[in-house]
């Protein structure tokens, strides 16, 4: 019973890690594809 416990403990720890990650690594993704979509917007223009 607590080895049951203590799996369904490290699975969960496991799944939120994996989860946590890829939500951190989606942000990021978003918000680089968005700096580079602005800064090259502003490229055109003439900005930078």
């Known amino acids: 019973m607590v080895f049951r416990v203590i799996l369904y403990f ?3 720890l496991v799944s939120f890690l994996v989860f946590d990650f890829t939500a951190t690594a989606l942000g990021v993704s ?3 594809a968005a700096l580079y979509h602005f800064s090259a917007k502003a490229a055109v ?3 930078l």
């Open 30 to 32: 978003i918000a680089l």
């Open 45 to 47: 223009r003439g900005r």
């Open 10 to 12: 490290l699975l969960f």
